[in-house]
C-alpha cells in the first residue's frame, strides 16, 4: 500500500508542476505562432513585434513535452505489476 501511495504523490507533484508549465508555455507558443504581438521594455524603451515563429514553434513543442511526461509517469508508476508465477517445486541445489 505504501508503494501504492507514493506512485500517486508523485504522480499528482509531476502533474501540477509539468502541467502549469506546458499549460504557459503551450499558450505563449500558439499566440506566437497566431502572430500576436508581443510587448517587450528593456531599459525604458518599449517595442511590440510579433514573436519569431522559431521560438513560437519551439514554445510549443516544448509544452507538449511538458504534458507527456505526467502521462508517462502515471503510466508508469500506476500501472499494475504482473504477479510472479507461483512456484511449485523447491529448486534443487546446485552441484
Known amino acids: 500500500m505504501q508503494n501504492r501511495t507514493a506512485a500517486l504523490l508523485i504522480t499528482i507533484a509531476t ?3 509539468c ?3 506546458s499549460l504557459f508555455l503551450c499558450v505563449f ?3 506566437g ?3 500576436v504581438p508581443v510587448t517587450t521594455e528593456y531599459m525604458g524603451d518599449t517595442s511590440t513585434a510579433p514573436m519569431g515563429m522559431t521560438t513560437a514553434a519551439s514554445l510549443l513543442c516544448a509544452g507538449l513535452i511538458f504534458l ?3 502521462i ?3 503510466f508508469l508508476t500506476l500501472r499494475k ?3 510472479p508465477p507461483p512456484v511449485s517445486e523447491p529448486i534443487p ?3
Open 72 to 74: 508517462v509517469v502515471g
Open 15 to 17: 502533474a501540477l508542476c
Open 68 to 70: 507527456i511526461i505526467p
Open 19 to 21: 502541467g502549469f508549465i
Open 29 to 31: 507558443g500558439g499566440m
Open 81 to 83: 505489476r504482473p504477479a
Open 33 to 35: 505562432l497566431a502572430g
Open 93 to 95: 541445489p546446485a552441484s
